[in-house]
C-alpha cells in the first residue's frame, strides 16, 4: 500500500468571521501560525494561503455578506493551491472555519463523493447571507450547495446530507434548528459523548465511509480547559454570547483517535483558534520600543 501524499495548509483568514469588531483581523491570523508552529513536525509539504491582512478598514458589504469578493478570492486561492498538489489528505490550520470549504470540497470530489465529514462545532454553520453577513457562518452550508450562493457555486460535487454528522452542536438558532431539520441533518449533542464514542464510530461503520473529514472548531471544547478559543476575551468585560463548548479536551482526544481506528482521516481542519493571551503578550511586548 502507498503512503498518503499529505498537504498542510495555512490560512490565516479572518475576514470570515469579522462581524464589525476589531478583534478577528488581530487575532485569527496568529492563532492560525500558532497552530501550525504547535503541530508535529512532518515531513508533508506546507503552504501559507494568501490571506488579505488586517489594515482596520471598514469592512465592506457586498451581496450582504461582509468581505465577499475577498473571501472567494481566497477560497479559490486555497484551493488552486490543493489541485496544483493534488494531495491525499489536506491537514488545515486556520483561520475562521470558512478555511474548511476548499480543502473539503476537493476531498469529496477526490473521493468520488464518498467522504464522511464530521463537523465538530458547537455551531452548525449553515445560516445564509440573509440572516447573518459573516461568512464563516455559512461554512457547512455552503458544503451541502446551500449556504451562500456564491461561495457555494465554488463546491463542484456537494456533500449530501447523509454524508454529514455534526458533533457537539447544541442551543441552535431558529434558523438553524430548521435548516438542519429541513435537510435532515443527523447531529449528536455533546452529552451523547460523556460516556462512548459509540455514537460516532457506529455511525461511521453504519454509512461504510472508508475515508473521512473532520472540521475542528475549536469552541466545541469545554472552556474550563481551554480559553482560546471565540467566547473568551481576558480583557473584555462583556463576553461573546453564543453556543458554548462542552467537550473536554481529553475526551475530544479520544473521539479522533477512535475515528481513525474505524475510517482513514483524509481531511482535517483546525478552525477558529484564538490565543487571546497570546494576542495580550505580543502587543504588550511590541509596545517597548527597546524590543524594535
Request: net charge negative; charged share 20%; hydrophobic share 40%.
Amino acid at each position: 500500500m502507498t503512503a498518503k501524499k499529505t498537504l498542510r495548509l495555512v490560512m490565516p483568514q479572518w475576514q470570515g468571521a469579522d462581524g464589525g469588531m476589531a478583534y478577528p483581523g488581530r487575532v485569527y491570523p496568529l492563532g492560525a501560525r500558532l497552530l501550525h508552529f504547535l503541530a508535529p513536525d512532518s515531513e508533508a509539504p506546507t503552504v501559507l494561503v494568501p490571506v488579505e491582512p488586517y489594515e482596520g478598514l471598514p469592512r465592506p458589504i457586498e451581496d450582504k455578506v461582509a468581505w465577499h469578493s475577498v473571501v472567494l478570492r481566497q477560497a479559490r486561492a486555497a484551493r488552486h493551491i490543493i489541485d496544483a498538489h493534488t494531495p491525499d489528505r489536506v491537514i488545515m490550520f486556520g483561520g475562521d472555519c470558512l478555511v474548511s470549504q476548499a480543502p473539503f470540497a476537493y476531498l469529496n470530489e477526490r473521493y468520488g463523493g464518498t467522504v464522511g465529514l464530521l463537523w465538530i462545532d458547537a455551531h452548525p454553520d449553515v445560516t445564509t447571507p440573509d440572516v447573518y453577513e459573516a461568512a464563516h457562518t455559512y461554512v457547512l452550508g455552503n458544503l451541502l450547495g446551500h449556504g451562500d450562493p456564491a461561495l457555494a457555486r465554488e463546491v463542484a460535487v456537494p456533500y449530501r446530507p447523509e454524508q454529514v454528522l455534526l458533533v457537539g452542536v447544541h442551543d441552535t438558532h431558529t434558523n438553524e434548528t430548521e435548516t438542519i431539520n429541513r435537510l435532515g441533518l443527523r447531529t449528536i449533542p455533546p452529552e451523547a459523548l460523556a460516556d462512548s464514542n459509540s455514537p460516532v464510530t457506529d455511525w461511521i461503520r453504519e454509512h461504510g465511509f472508508k475515508q473521512v473529514a473532520i472540521h475542528f472548531d475549536l469552541d466545541v471544547l469545554e472552556m474550563k480547559s481551554f480559553r482560546s478559543q471565540f467566547h473568551w476575551n481576558s480583557l473584555e468585560e462583556v463576553k461573546i454570547q453564543a453556543a458554548d463548548g462542552r467537550i473536554p479536551i481529553p475526551r475530544f482526544t479520544q473521539l479522533i483517535q477512535d475515528i481513525a481506528t474505524v475510517s482513514d482521516v483524509v481531511g482535517f481542519s483546525f478552525a477558529e483558534h484564538l490565543p487571546w493571551d497570546a494576542y495580550h503578550l505580543k502587543t504588550m511586548m511590541e509596545s517597548f520600543p527597546f524590543m524594535r
